[in-house]
């Protein structure tokens, strides 16, 4: 069974830093493409991050690009998403999702949900201002 567990999300003040991860099992976590997807409140999916099969390729939405940095540890099968300078437009439920393939389909905007194959539970990010 595939589980993807998301945690590290929290209530945290502008500017503040968050670290999110996500644990990964029930499939062979080295070999395909991770994602993080957001959904702020009262709007859609929204494409975050994502990064290739081995970590040697990152992609990152351009609105936040600067501010994020996703890795994975293949050993440990972990996925994380740091993210800096907090902005109260970062709230939202944050999503790990898996890809279908090693490298990701497609970045950026809106997400459908088909577009992944499995997600995690999502975590909770909220930014104070």
């Known amino acids: 069974e595939v589980r993807l567990v998301e945690s590290g999300g929290g209530l945290v003040q502008a500017g503040g830093s968050l670290r999110l991860s996500c644990a990964a099992s029930?499939?062979?976590?080295?070999?395909?493409?991770m994602s993080w997807v957001r959904r702020a409140p009262g709007k859609g999916l929204e494409w975050v991050s994502s990064i290739n099969y081995n970590g040697d390729t990152t992609y990152y939405a351009e609105a936040m690009k600067g501010r994020i940095t996703i890795s994975r540890d293949n050993a440990k099968n972990t996925l994380n998403l740091l993210i800096s300078s907090l902005k109260s437009e970062d709230t939202g439920v944050y999503y790990c999702?898996?890809?279908?393939?090693?490298?990701?389909?497609?970045?950026?905007?809106?997400?459908?949900?088909?577009?992944?194959?499995?997600w995690g539970q999502g975590t909770q990010v909220t930014v104070s201002s």
């Open positions: 999702a898996k890809g279908y393939m090693d490298y990701p389909a497609d970045t950026g905007g809106e997400v459908a949900q088909h577009e992944y194959d499995y």
């Open positions: 029930g499939f062979t976590f080295a070999d395909y493409a």
